[in-house]
């Protein structure tokens, strides 16, 4: 488990296509998602992946709802993979309980 402090004006990036099949899906824009970065409680963990190295986070956006954003680093530019709302599981570890 990471726990890193993060740029707090980093840049974003993330491939359209994916954002509205996200939104689709999961309900989430990725524009919302990026708000979790902001969080003093942002919890950051690598994720398995073959091909790039990826990473989990947790945290609150900006309206109180904890998200799960799925990222990976692209020089200096976080690219957002994929976000979603935290399941109930993910809100209690993010809480602490």
């Given at each position: 488990?990471?726990?890193?402090t993060y740029?707090?004006?980093?840049?974003y990036?993330?491939d359209?296509?994916?954002?509205?099949?996200?939104?689709e899906?999961?309900?989430?824009?990725?524009?919302?998602?990026?708000?979790?970065?902001?969080?003093?409680?942002?919890y950051?963990?690598?994720?398995?992946?073959?091909?790039?190295?990826?990473?989990?986070?947790?945290?609150?956006?900006?309206?109180?709802?904890?998200?799960?954003?799925?990222?990976?680093?692209?020089?200096?530019?976080?690219?957002?993979?994929?976000?979603?709302?935290?399941?109930?599981?993910?809100?209690?570890y993010?809480?602490?309980?």
């Amino acid at each position: 488990m990471y726990n890193r402090t993060y740029n707090p004006e980093p840049e974003y990036e993330w491939d359209p296509e994916k954002a509205a099949a996200n939104y689709e899906k999961h309900g989430i824009r990725f524009a919302r998602a990026v708000e979790i970065f902001g969080d003093d409680n942002l919890y950051v963990e690598a994720d398995s992946f073959p091909f790039e190295e990826r990473f989990v986070a947790l945290g609150m956006d900006d309206t109180g709802i904890v998200l799960v954003v799925v990222f990976t680093w692209r020089e200096t530019r976080i690219r957002i993979i994929s976000a979603r709302k935290a399941d109930r599981q993910e809100r209690r570890y993010y809480e602490g309980e």
